[in-house]
């Protein structure tokens, strides 16, 4: 069957050039081609490529978007199901559906699954168990069968290990499910079953019955290191007895899901819950620093943990959102909430911010030595480095001649004003000084939105946010803000 829901030229490889517009990155012998085949023509057959949204993590499925001619979202790895339910409580007339693989869904997905089926909304999931981590190497999957070699199994798996984790059976038992069923693909009638069921799992959302899942025992040649035919005996003999096939549960003729409220996008109501308004805050820029570049400048802020550089990251997004411009916070922390390394970019754009990462920013703020030595070095030529000079030093470091580098003794002045925790507004009232990348009141009105409610007095914050621009105007290496 020929079907319009995968793209007539795939433009993966080549610009979707020659042979290169009509492959797909799946290996010979794969499982996922011919279970993404029937999943497209059970959308083309059911009439709703329109308003189908397919979401695929992170796995030898990675690249759909490229194939299917339908909605598409890419989720971080596992997560499929959360972006599912967004997807489907905010449009409820659209068709949403996971393509999962084991080493995806069944362990760091787990809890993901388990929860989207427990909750019982009317969305589609396609699991494919090939019993193997297919697109990184080859390692061990939750479903990897006892003996079975891997790259991280070299002898088999073992006691160790435990045994496989049998999804469909687990998920049998869950009140949220209508429809649970194992197929296979290693013969033509196991294909033509497998195809009719993937077309009634859909069914079971298109009709609002409730949530379906399927499970598709595939053949990986690959990393079972044997040909096509050799891979769908494996699967017959060797994968299917562990994981046997059949319908686990089936209560699609007495039940419906739940109709999901009408979602609201009245700006008023969504603000309110998120405690603001419409009111715009006062606007003090009269331009975008083009000073520091003509349309995007990028900041890095980092420290350990505990030295507030998220909280001055949110400080500063807040202040450039206030003055109209797109600004975004990307926040990245350690494993350790006191202590680890923590760090956060920020963007601020005239018009829009592009990519909220900064690997290579303007203008550095670092709070402890680690945290200079790593981030230094890839600050742009022309660019600025600020540090707190009580506990770090730019001496030796490996930066851009160019680079600029200002100490300034954050942590002695916030001892000295009577409260460690306002270091990093010491931080950012030095930043404002060196960069003038927003005006001072900018800052002042962010950080009372920010903390003024929150642990700190905002005569305080204004006063070593004061502090922190005089500590820049009293050292003979600062920069006079123009």
Known sequence: ????????????????????????????????GVAQKYLAEAIDAL?????????????CSVFSYYYFDVGNTQAAHGRAPAVAIGHKTANPDSVVICY?????????????????AQLGLAITVIFINNAVYG???????????????????????????????????MLATLDGPVFIERVALYDNKRRTHARRSIEKALRCQVDGTGFAFIEVLAECPTYLGVDPEA???????????????????????????????????????LLSVMGTTTTSAERFATTFPTHLDPSDVAIKLAGAGGDGAQTA???????AINEGFDATHIPSYGPESRGGTSYADVHLAEVEVLSP??????????????SLERFAPAVREGGMVIYDATVASCDGLDVAPSVRCLGVPLTQAAFALGDHRL????????????????????????????LGTKRVATADLNAAFDRGRALVADLTAAIPPR
Not at 245 to 266: F, H, I, M, Q
Not at 357 to 366: D, G, S
Request: charged share 15%.
């Open 423 to 450: 270091k990093n507004v010491l931080a950012l009232g030095a930043l404002q000084a060196v960069t003038d990348v927003l005006p001072a009141a900018s800052f002042r009105v962010a950080l009372e939105q920010t």
């Open 47 to 59: 009439g709703v490529q329109d308003r189908t949204v397919l979401v695929s993590p992170v796995g």
């Open 100 to 116: 999962q693989g084991d080493g995806d869904l069944a362990s760091i997905g787990l809890a993901e699954i388990l929860s989207a």
């Open 1 to 32: 069957m020929t079907t319009s829901v995968f793209y007539e030229r795939f433009e993966r490889h080549d610009d979707g050039q020659g042979l290169a517009a009509h492959a797909t990155t799946y290996c010979a012998g794969c499982g996922h």
């Open 357 to 370: 990462a900064a690997p290579r920013p303007q203008v550095l703020l670092a709070f402890n030595q680690p």
């Open 231 to 269: 891979a769908e005996d494996w699967v017959r003999e060797e994968l299917a007895a562990v994981f046997p096939l059949g319908v686990y549960k089936d209560t699609t003729g007495e039940a419906r899901a739940a109709t999901l409220p009408t979602p609201s996008y009245d700006t008023e109501l």
């Open 135 to 169: 697109m990184t190497g080859g390692q061990m999957a939750p479903t990897t069968l006892v003996g079975q070699q891997t790259s991280t199994t070299p002898a088999g798996r073992g006691p160790l290990q435990g045994k496989p984790m049998r999804v469909a059976e």
């Open 313 to 319: 990251a949110m400080v500063l997004t807040r202040a």
